[in-house]
Structure formats: structure tokens, C-alpha cells
Nanobody, 117 residues
């Protein structure tokens, strides 16, 4: 049924880059606002970036370094992460929230991003 499948996580050195992908299925992708969250050890899950039809938003900690985008034809949302820092190390989660209905809220399983020398 509903699925959000993340990929692209891995090990990267400080200053490096990764691109995360989240492929959605089981719902009308274009009608959902898509977001990336992350949760580091010992910390609460936090919103990293979000994208609707046009608007994009970013957490202060990642502004200028991360870029969120979406391809509705592929039911996919991306998070390009550049100039990664050790504090970016976390499990990154894909999230979908219905704009039209305003009630559906879906989560992916998460993908690990490790930033270390």
C-alpha cells in the first residue's frame, strides 16, 4: 500500500556530499507536501527541509548547504546535501503530508548518514 522508500545514505567525510532519494507509492504524490527530517543520537527528530508545489523551506542549520527537490513524474523527492558536517550525522526520514485532505501523514523507514573522518 503506502510506501516511502529512502536511499542514498552512507559514509562521507566532512565537507563531502550525498544525495538522498525517497520513492513514494500508494498515494497521489503531487497532492502531498514532502519533507526530510533527521534524528541524531540523543536528539529529537527535527525538520530539515520541505517542499510543496512551489515553496521550499530549510532548517537554519542546513540553509545554503542542502537542497530539496521533487520529480512528480517519478514520485520521488530528493535531498542534496553538500559541505557535510559531523553534526549532520543522523538517520534521515522522508515524510509526506496531504495538502488537499490535510489528514494523511506518512513516514519512510529512514536512511543512515554518517559524517566522519
Amino acid at each position: 500500500q503506502v510506501q516511502l522508500v529512502e536511499s542514498g545514505g552512507g559514509l562521507v567525510q566532512p565537507g563531502g556530499s550525498l544525495r538522498l532519494s525517497c520513492v513514494a507509492s500508494g498515494f497521489t504524490f503531487s497532492r502531498f507536501r514532502m519533507s526530510w527530517y533527521r534524528q541524531a543520537p540523543g536528539k529529537e527528530r527535527e525538520l530539515v527541509a520541505g517542499i510543496g508545489g512551489v515553496t521550499r523551506s530549510y532548517a537554519d542549520a542546513v540553509k545554503g548547504r542542502f537542497t530539496i527537490s521533487r520529480d512528480n513524474a517519478k514520485n520521488t523527492v530528493y535531498l542534496e546535501m553538500n559541505r557535510l558536517k559531523p553534526e549532520d550525522m543522523a538517520v534521515y526520514y522522508c515524510n509526506a503530508v496531504s495538502v488537499v485532505a490535510g489528514t494523511q501523514n506518512y513516514w519512510g523507514q529512514g536512511t543512515q548518514v554518517t559524517v566522519s573522518s
